[in-house]
């Protein structure tokens, strides 16, 4: 094509015989010229290759404006949100999403080896090719077939997570119109500052190996705003991450009537709440909850295809049961609540919080919301608890601290642990991100409970060194509980001992991780944890030994262990056949006065004979948590 300025001259040249005619200068010709080949220029050039990324797009529908539409107005706000790790959730992988520097690193985990490399603002990945070995739903690629994959190069194009740990997408393919992106087999924990796989970020049977999924069939739904899915990988998302309009709702509606700022003033002066948008706080309590239960909560997509085509059918301010009728999981097919739920229905996996919560006395009698205690803007990031409302004073406003914080109710000294309303009416029962969350199940320790469910009770998961007999008589003479039937070993060996040992792989995670939580350390005595975490070392689910080794760097002598929860069967097996020989280096003969409910003898250490009997029952049945 000829550039605009050769263009230029060969015109004037053209117009050279009518120069004298015209009586024009030469200057007036050259400028007529140009002004008409820059125009020419313009009309015949060809327009610029639109270049789609091989990744889902941002797309604005159905009154979707995108959180970028609301700076200008509310600027605090607008800040509140972007630190928060809901708006991190999904990123495109700009360098400062990463939540550390890639460039140069290579890991080999299981056989397979994964290279990263950063060209300008792209990090690339020498990795196992994933479409080499696909198999639906979740396009898992076995070890095996990783190592003999052949090598691909790709882009990261975008990051989830950058909290605990994360998770980095590649396109499946560089082919053009490629727009489905899968997740490297490795995540980085971001505290340990390491990469494990995938695997072992979940807790799941050893013999499953997850493999890679696809981000519009698996997270699109809460971790990005207003998703749709799409046929092929075609999927598109208003935001990034989980922004405005995730919680407001459609916001184009409230920025068209916001465009004047004498009208907003005005407004604001005048009018009250503006109705154009939705505010969570302003509403009832069940459908301020309900805009959190879109996420947080067990989903039943009533209709698949319109799903893929618009994404979900609910939006804030609405009721989510004419919508999404699966919300506490009563639509679950018995080995989908396995997964997720203890007996009783509340939930064992992080993820559903709404479930435990709509299932609480606060909420079915009295009004509590989830914005009861969490506040998007109002918030330390870390667990978006409103503030004052980590203590007591998130129950304060409807129980009465005169009756409900005196010792004559929680039977603690004022101001321990053990006299924080959560503590014993919120426990630690949950599982996800590799330790315990609390249950948003609000109800009060029981016995009879606890063995109908196999759910830990909050008594011992403080008093890790006591019975469940001790609990049984102490709820009883306090609150007047019948006490079930226990067994011998109810009353013989600390409950948490026997759940470590015998209990399935989720009963002991968190056990495994109250050896390592404050207040359990408090309320426990410490010295003979150390040799009961060795069997959490071993054990064959990475999860648990991720978590076990966790919580035994938290021991005295124990902070300096070296370990690798992830690798090879013998090289862990001689590692953690140290800890017993320093445990007895350090304790010596300082066992005086240990609970005999341990098993440890003071003189002869471990009691084999009962420990290998716990260890013989132990459950074994495959444990999956889907989070």
């Given at each position: 094509?000829?550039?605009?300025?050769?263009?230029?001259?060969?015109?004037?040249?053209?117009?050279?015989?009518?120069?004298?005619?015209?009586?024009?200068?030469?200057?007036?010709?050259?400028?007529?010229?140009?002004?008409?080949?820059?125009?020419?220029?313009?009309?015949?050039?060809?327009?610029?290759?639109?270049?789609?990324?091989?990744?889902?797009?941002?797309?604005?529908?159905?009154?979707?404006?995108?959180?970028?539409?609301?700076?200008?107005?509310?600027?605090?706000?607008?800040?509140?949100?972007?630190?928060?790790?809901?708006?991190?959730?999904?990123?495109?992988?700009?360098?400062?999403?990463?939540?550390?520097?890639?460039?140069?690193?290579?890991?080999?985990?299981?056989?397979?080896?994964?290279?990263?490399?950063?060209?300008?603002?792209?990090?690339?990945?020498?990795?196992?090719?994933?479409?080499?070995?696909?198999?639906?739903?979740?396009?898992?690629?076995?070890?095996?077939?990783?190592?003999?994959?052949?090598?691909?190069?790709?882009?990261?194009?975008?990051?989830?997570?950058?909290?605990?740990?994360?998770?980095?997408?590649?396109?499946?393919?560089?082919?053009?119109?490629?727009?489905?992106?899968?997740?490297?087999?490795?995540?980085?924990?971001?505290?340990?500052?390491?990469?494990?796989?995938?695997?072992?970020?979940?807790?799941?049977?050893?013999?499953?190996?997850?493999?890679?999924?696809?981000?519009?069939?698996?997270?699109?739904?809460?971790?990005?705003?207003?998703?749709?899915?799409?046929?092929?990988?075609?999927a598109d998302v208003v935001d990034f991450g989980i922004a405005c309009e995730s919680c407001h709702g459609p916001g184009e509606a409230h920025v068209a009537r916001n465009q004047n700022p004498l009208r907003r003033f005005t407004s604001y002066l005048t009018e009250g709440p503006d109705d154009s948008v939705v505010n969570p706080v302003r509403l009832p309590h069940d459908r301020a909850s309900y805009v959190c239960a879109q996420c947080h909560s067990l989903l039943s997509i009533p209709d698949a295809d319109a799903y893929r085509q618009r994404g979900l059918p609910y939006h804030p301010g609405e009721d989510i049961h004419e919508h999404l009728p699966n919300l506490v999981g009563e639509l679950l097919t018995e080995t989908q609540r396995n997964e997720r739920m203890w007996a009783d229905g509340d939930l064992r996996v992080t993820g559903g919080e709404w479930v435990g919560m709509a299932g609480s006395r606060c909420f079915t009698e009295g009004e509590l919301a989830c914005t009861s205690c969490h506040s998007m803007h109002d918030s330390d990031p870390n667990d978006q608890l409103a503030a004052g409302m980590d203590g007591d004073d998130a129950c304060a406003s409807c129980h009465a601290p005169a009756t409900y914080a005196a010792e004559a109710h929680t039977h603690h000294p004022a101001r321990s642990s053990g006299s924080r309303c959560y503590n014993c009416h919120m426990p630690n029962t949950t599982y996800g991100l590799l330790k315990a969350v609390r249950s948003h199940r609000i109800d009060s320790p029981n016995v009879t409970r606890s063995l109908e469910t196999r759910k830990p009770n909050a008594c011992n998961l403080c008093h890790l060194d006591r019975t469940l007999a001790w609990t049984a008589e102490a709820l009883t003479r306090w609150y007047g509980q019948a006490t079930p039937k226990l067994t011998a070993e109810h009353r013989q060996v600390s409950e948490a001992l026997a759940l470590l040992l015998r209990g399935d792989a989720g009963q002991r995670a968190l056990i495994a991780w109250a050896m390592g939580w404050g207040p359990a350390r408090e309320a426990s005595d410490l010295r003979w944890m150390a040799p009961y975490l060795t069997f959490t070392l071993n054990d064959p689910y990475d999860a648990v030994r991720i978590v076990g080794y966790r919580a035994l760097k938290t021991l005295p002598g124990f902070t300096d262990f070296a370990f690798d929860p992830i690798a090879p069967e013998e090289q862990r097996i001689e590692l953690a056949s140290e800890i017993i020989p320093r445990w007895h280096e350090r304790q010596g003969s300082d066992l005086e006065g240990l609970p005999p409910e341990v098993l440890i003898d003071p003189r002869e250490g471990l009691m084999r004979g009962p420990i290998t009997a716990l260890l013989q029952r132990r459950d074994n049945r495959p444990v999956m948590l889907s989070e």
């Open positions: 094509m000829l550039t605009p300025l050769l263009l230029c001259l060969l015109v004037a040249a053209a117009l050279a015989p009518f120069w004298r005619a015209s009586g024009w200068t030469p200057r007036v010709i050259v400028t007529l010229a140009c002004a008409g080949a820059l125009g020419l220029g313009v009309w015949a050039s060809p327009a610029p290759v639109a270049v789609t990324p091989h990744r889902p797009l941002e797309a604005r529908d159905a009154g979707y404006v995108s959180s970028d539409s609301c700076r200008a107005c509310h600027p605090g706000p607008h800040d509140s949100w972007h630190r928060s790790y809901h708006r991190t959730m999904t990123q495109l992988a700009t360098p400062e999403a990463f939540a550390a520097d890639f460039d140069g690193v290579e890991v080999t985990l299981w056989g397979q080896r994964y290279k990263f490399e950063r060209r300008g603002d792209t990090l690339w990945v020498d990795m196992p090719d994933p479409s080499s070995s696909l198999s639906a739903p979740h396009r898992a690629l076995t070890d095996a077939a990783a190592e003999r994959a052949p090598r691909v190069e790709r882009p990261v194009v975008m990051t989830t997570g950058s909290h605990h740990y994360q998770v980095l997408w590649v396109p499946l393919s560089l082919e053009e119109g490629e727009r489905e992106v899968i997740n490297l087999r490795i995540v980085y924990l971001i505290d340990d500052q390491r990469w494990i796989p995938r695997t072992a970020a979940f807790l799941s049977p050893p013999e499953i190996r997850q493999g890679t999924v696809a981000w519009a069939a698996v997270c699109i739904k809460c971790h990005a705003t207003r998703g749709r899915p799409g046929y092929d990988g075609a």
